[in-house]
């Protein structure tokens, strides 16, 4: 428990060993699953934690008060890292209404597999807090369908649940940050993986903390931002309005033998010759986040790999991970790969690229074993053509 201000207290724990965030974003420096609770003539919790740290979640809380004394509970997002310990918070605290968005509260019912007192959250609801008020903003996709944001006037403070927050388990508040660039570079992997599909959603997220200007912003992850709010704004508001290079191509591969290498640096040379900038990228060494930047400020992308037991190896599948099936949607793809015996790589590339929603090239780049001197220079054709 830590005191914000005269009536506000963090409550909320840490997570430092963790390595992964759903399973594939990258969390070198853990995370924090942040809750914060306001003492006025009601008490309101903002948040709860990941169900797996519920006990020291209530022991934090029982250092204000008793959870019976809690009167409304504000669910800002219902992904389980903020609803996993609301479970365990109602059945202490029976008399606490729930506040969310009408899918947050249908969420909730499905989450906890029960009914619970509850309130919708409609966009610009006012409610009285005893001396606060909790004034209710619409977030939709930021990230989910049930984001939103509660501002409460009096401190100047909003609570913004995922939006303009990070996976850092470090230093509370901004403002005490010491390695600031190991932070900036958590909270630029945070919008990429979390943000990023969403552009259209974070403009008007954006447009929504500058028109209350607070003062305090308290995010469900990472620090409370108090002295570089408006630094951080202005980071999502860029990456937000970044659109992928329309002269950009980036060729992604793996090569066991060397033989799809030879097909990625051909085609890569067509599509020089076609006037785009290119990237090639030998997935095996190259670190995620490049990657991932790559896919989404590329226009057009190529997928190599060769078939091993029938398929492609699994590191281009991850790559493919990487694509937005909304930001990414319609970006021309190409697939190619060598083979020995019967060369299924590209055809089940091809298929997991479609359903992502990439415009597929239907002609398959496939070449058996090491490319002849016709087959690099129909490489180089294809790689011009696709980019034309």
Known sequence: ??????????????????????????????????????????????????????????RNIEEICPLSEIDIIVCDHTEPDHSGSLGAVLSKAPNATVYGSAPALKNLKNILNSDFPSVVAKNGLEVDAGGFTLRFLSAPNLHWPDSVFTYVPELKTVFTCDFLGCHYCGELSDGDIEDREKYLAELDRYYKYIFSPFAAAVKKGVEIIRGIAPERVCSSHGPVLCAHIDDVIARYDEKASAAPDPDLASVFYVSCYGYTALMAKALAEGMRDGGKT???????????????????????????????????????????????????????????????????????LSERAKGLG??????????????????????????RAFVS
């Open 278 to 348: 290119v990237q090639v990228f030998d997935i095996s060494n190259t670190d995620k986040a490049t990657l991932a930047q790559a896919v989404s400020s590329s226009s057009f992308l190529a997928f190599g790999s060769p078939t091993l037991n029938r398929d492609a190896l699994p590191p281009v599948y991850e790559v493919l991970s990487m694509v937005s099936a909304v930001a990414d949607r319609g970006k021309p793809a190409l697939i190619f790969g060598s083979y020995g015996w019967s060369g299924e790589a590209c055809a089940n």
């Open 1 to 58: 428990m830590t005191k914000l201000d005269e009536n506000l207290f963090y409550v909320g724990v840490k997570h430092p060993s963790l390595e992964y965030f759903d399973v594939i974003v990258p969390t070198d420096m853990g995370t924090t699953y942040n809750s914060y609770l306001l003492r006025g003539e009601k008490t309101v919790l903002f948040e709860t934690v990941h169900n797996d740290f519920s006990e020291e979640f209530i």
């Open 358 to 383: 990439l415009k597929v090239d239907e002609e398959l780049m496939k070449v058996c074993f090491r490319p002849a001197d016709e087959d690099l220079k129909a490489l180089r054709e294809k790689g």
